[in-house]
Nanobody, 113 residues
Framework: VQLVESGGGLVQPGGTLRLSCAAS????????MNWVRQAPGKGLEWVAG???????YYADSMNGQFTISRDNAKNMLYLRVNSLKPEDTALYYC????????WGKGTLVTVSS
């Protein structure tokens, strides 16, 4: 199983990014998918999840800033992040939940002017 995140980088405060996660080696459409982030020096923070029926869930603290989506035909997971703030700087992971959990290696988002 491979989960490969992309789309991170340096962005100015107030900017927008779309993160992507390419999945292979698993039945993607049968897995609940998540985005989880880890800010420098802090623990893991669950950001959002999307079920196999495309129902979406977000951490209460995210204030509508994030939009998770998936394309089962392409085995792709996405996270659109609006109004980026310096405190959104983190390594963003995608993770698949099922009988076993799988994680990617993350993509780094740095929000700075």
């Amino acid at each position: 199983v491979q989960l490969v995140e992309s789309g991170g980088g340096l962005v100015q405060p107030g900017g927008t990014l779309r993160l992507s996660c390419a999945a292979s080696g698993l039945s993607f459409s049968d897995h609940y998918m998540n985005w989880v982030r880890q800010a420098p020096g802090k623990g893991l923070e669950w950001v959002a999840g999307i079920n196999t029926d495309d129902s979406t869930y977000y951490a209460d603290s995210m204030n509508g800033q994030f939009t998770i989506s998936r394309d089962n035909a392409k085995n792709m997971l996405y996270l659109r992040v609006n109004s980026l703030k310096p405190e959104d700087t983190a390594l963003y992971y995608c993770a698949a939940s099922g009988i076993m959990d799988y994680w990617g290696k993350g993509t780094l988002v740095t929000v700075s002017s």
